[in-house]
T-cell receptor
Framework: RKEVEQDPGPFNVPEGATVAFNCTYS??????FFWYRQDCRKEPKLLMS???SGNEDGRFTAQLNRASQYISLLIRDSKLSDSATYLC?????????????FGPGTSLSVIP | SAVISQKPSRDICQRGTSLTIQCQVD?????MFWYRQQPGQSLTLIAT?????????ESGFVIDKFPISRPNLTFSTLTVSNMSPEDSSIYLC?????????FGPGTRLTVT
């Protein structure tokens, strides 16, 4: 089993749709979790951290389920500019300097 | 935040040659990371570079193939040695701020 797995995608959704991405991780001791966004031919950039209680940032909601070792990202009212690859990132260690592990990414295309 | 620059941004090289990629950060950082992202794939960590010590390589990556220098707290180089077409990839350097990872814009390498 891979350390971090994501929905394979690609997801093609119309503007205004709600879309959810799932991510699972294998190391139950993992400490922190993130969603990164990578636009085509660009470097990854942090979209949001994922907190135990769940967190929301505008149209984006991240959830963490430690018991199931599962993370999700929900995007409401999709915009064309949301088209990108979304990377689930897990820090398995106790410090922020431990090596993070990137999931394979889920590609999203928002269609007019 | 951290601003990272990389040189070159892209290159086309012949097999058997070597290319050195430079990474410059606008602030002093303890650890710098080098990643590879092959076409259509997620990021794979090559090595972690600390100033004043040898880089720590991940499984599947060796110093002879990917020598790394870290002469000071703001700069690092990655050399891709004796290149083959399989080395065609995007190479990204990264730093960890303690909150998130910042990435350079990447070096797009094509080996012919």
């Amino acid at each position: 089993r891979k350390e971090v797995e994501q929905d394979p995608g690609p997801f093609n959704v119309p503007e205004g749709a709600t879309v959810a991405f799932n991510c699972t991780y294998s190391n139950s001791a993992s400490q922190s979790f993130f969603w990164y966004r990578q636009d085509c031919r660009k470097e990854p950039k942090l979209l949001m951290s994922v907190y135990s209680s769940g967190n929301e940032d505008g149209r984006f909601t991240a959830q963490l389920n430690r018991a199931s070792q599962y993370i999700s990202l929900l995007i409401r009212d999709s915009k064309l500019s949301d088209s990108a690859t979304y990377l689930c990132v897990v820090n398995p260690g106790e410090t922020s300097y431990d090596k993070v592990i990137f999931g394979p990414g889920t590609s999203l295309s928002v269609i007019p | 935040s951290a601003v990272i620059s990389q040189k070159p941004s892209r290159d086309i090289c012949q097999r058997g040659t070597s290319l050195t990629i430079q990474c410059q950060v606008d602030s002093q950082v303890t650890m710098m990371f080098w990643y590879r992202q092959q076409p259509g794939q997620s990021l794979t960590l090559i090595a972690t570079a600390n100033q004043g010590s040898e880089a720590t390589y991940e499984s599947g990556f060796v110093i002879d193939k990917f020598p790394i220098s870290r002469p000071n707290l703001t700069f690092s180089t990655l050399t891709v040695s004796n290149m083959s077409p399989e080395d065609s990839s995007i190479y990204l350097c990264s730093v960890d701020s303690g909150v998130e990872q910042y990435f350079g814009p990447g070096t797009r390498l094509t080996v012919t």
